[in-house]
């Protein structure tokens, strides 16, 4: 049971305990708590909704943020693909700034082997790439 139930559950008790109490003291106090526990009820539903608000609200912007993710990757693969399609066509420097560029993305320990694999694509087509022009 979530806490502010059990805040409401007794302040309903107090309710009825200040509603048979024989003395206007003994009434006084058992509204006084009701009213109290009433209040913490609240607060504690209050913080209950903003919880849950806020766990969807992230959950929102993680799936923004995954559809943001995909959409840029699926720019940079395009972007990718066309600078293949006109590599042998870059001047000689442009190409090695390319490669020096793509080369160092990602973390340091990554890097010869990132360099090694950009190598070998681009020399198994290196003679592939450009003859689709129109």
Same mark, same amino acid.
């Given at each position: 049971m979530f806490k502010f139930l059990q805040y409401r559950a007794k302040a309903a008790a107090y309710g009825e305990l200040a509603k048979s109490s024989p003395g206007k003291d003994d009434t006084r106090k058992f509204e006084k708590l009701q009213d109290s526990l009433a209040s913490r009820a609240d607060n504690e539903q209050v913080l209950a909704d903003q919880y849950v608000d806020a766990v969807n609200a992230g959950e929102t912007e993680r799936l923004r943020g995954a559809a943001l993710a995909a959409e840029e990757e699926r720019v940079l693969r395009c972007l990718g693909a066309a600078v293949i399609m006109q590599w042998n066509s870059l001047p000689t420097t442009l190409q090695r700034e390319? @490669?020096?560029t793509a080369g160092s993305v990602g973390t340091l320990l990554e890097t010869a082997a990132l360099r090694g694999q950009l190598a070998r @694509?681009?020399?198994k087509h290196k003679h592939d790439v450009g003859s689709h022009k129109a």
């Open positions: 390319i @490669f020096d @694509f681009l020399h």
